[in-house]
């Protein structure tokens, strides 16, 4: 059986970029213990999938993003941008980070503040739950919330009011997650390389969801580099983004995803194909994962899912075709909207709780 590396002495932690860590002194003692949950930001799991794949050949492989110790794939981001800005002086002790955020990047940066001693203050749109605002304060973070219906020109944006606050406030630094560099090199220096390690440099296909599209546009251009180009990106979006239809762009109810502009940490050559998925598949693919895999995992989780069944389907990919698709987050984010059975009926979801609910024994 499999020696659980926790206790072995010989043990190393690795680090995603590969610098080796010693998590043992020189004592005798067989303890592993961490210094700062940094070092448990990146090496997430990949597992595959078995239920939801009904007629697919291809192994579909989930890289599951909540394993980070903020509880998404944020916290690589985060990291990484904090240390620039440290390197660059943007950000000075004493400094306040200010961001635009719907809440994992702003888990992950409060998380990583927080360790380091900076004051963070994030603005986010009224359709995030109050759940995931109420992680961000917990962490010690301000949070500032502004009208979903305000778009990126409206002064009352979350985009604006960060912008606002970030100029006035003394020591104010954004992140600025939609054009940072520092974002899609997060997942070039390590989400990339962890995939391809994990995958026996088999991967065939990678499938993410596109937000700030840094994730898709930094782990694709890694694995499209080291496969020599044999790796096929494909990008997973709601109906109503830009990404998947410029000429439709209207609301919708997947959170952290799809967008109504092009941001820099989006690279359009980097992702092969876009396919679109409903609010509606991507709901009843999220409450399918966790009764049927396990895999509690967030609406833009399912969403990423439902695209890679599509392609996999469509392409008709056989059983040498290794599919990894990125899970960002947590299911637990969203126990008041996808997995609450009233929300779902009142904003027109019924039929999918009819479609995933067990019977149940009183009836
Ligand atoms: N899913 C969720 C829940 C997110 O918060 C984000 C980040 N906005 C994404 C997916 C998309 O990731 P990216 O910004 O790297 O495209």
Redesign the pocket.
């Given at each position: 059986p499999p020696v659980s590396t926790a206790f072995n002495p010989s043990a190393r932690y690795t680090k995603p970029n590969n610098a080796p860590i010693e998590t043992q002194k020189e004592t005798g003692s067989t303890m592993t213990i961490h210094n700062s949950l940094s070092e448990l930001i990146g090496n997430t799991p990949l597992v595959k999938l078995h239920h939801v794949t009904d007629g697919i050949k291809a192994t579909i492989a989930v890289k599951v993003e909540y394993f980070n110790p903020g509880g998404?794939?944020?916290d690589r981001?985060a990291e990484r941008i904090i240390d620039a800005a440290e390197r660059s002086g943007q950000l000075k002790p004493g400094g306040v980070i200010v961001e635009p955020t719907?809440?994992?990047?702003g888990v992950g940066l409060a998380l990583v503040a927080q360790q380091r001693g900076y004051r963070t203050i994030f603005t986010l749109p009224d359709k995030v739950s109050e759940s995931k605002r109420a992680v961000l304060r917990a962490y010690g973070a301000e949070v500032v919330v502004t009208p979903t219906d305000a778009g990126p020109d409206d002064p009352r944006s979350y985009y604006q009011v960060a912008e606002r606050l970030a100029n006035t406030i003394p020591g104010g630094f954004r992140p600025n997650?939609y054009d940072n560099p520092n974002?899609p090199l997060s997942?070039y220096y390590t989400t990339g390389p962890e995939i391809w390690e994990a995958t026996d440099h088999k991967v065939t296909h990678f499938v993410?969801?596109?937000?700030?599209?840094?994730?898709?546009s930094g782990t694709g251009k890694y694995l499209k580099e080291v496969s020599d180009g044999a790796v096929t990106v494909v990008g997973s979006d709601p109906e109503g983004s830009i990404y998947s239809d410029p000429s439709d762009v209207h609301q919708y109810d997947i959170?952290?995803?799809g967008e109504d502009f092009y941001p820099k940490?989006?690279d359009r050559n980097i992702t092969d194909d876009i396919v679109q998925v409903t609010d509606r598949e991507a709901f009843e693919m999220t409450r399918r994962l966790a009764a049927e895999e396990g895999l509690l995992v967030?609406?833009?989780?399912g969403m990423a899912v439902v695209s890679a069944l599509k392609y996999a389907r469509e392409h008709d990919l056989d059983s040498n075709q290794v599919v990894v698709v990125l899970l960002?987050?947590s299911g637990r984010s969203y126990l008041e909207k996808i997995f609450n059975d009233d929300w779902m009926r009142e904003n027109g979801y019924g039929d999918i709780v009819e479609r995933t609910s067990r019977p149940s024994l009183a009836e």
């Open positions: 998404s794939s944020k981001i719907s809440g994992n990047t997650q974002g997942h993410a969801g596109i937000g700030t599209g840094g994730t898709i959170e952290g995803v940490a989006f967030g609406g833009s989780s960002p987050d």
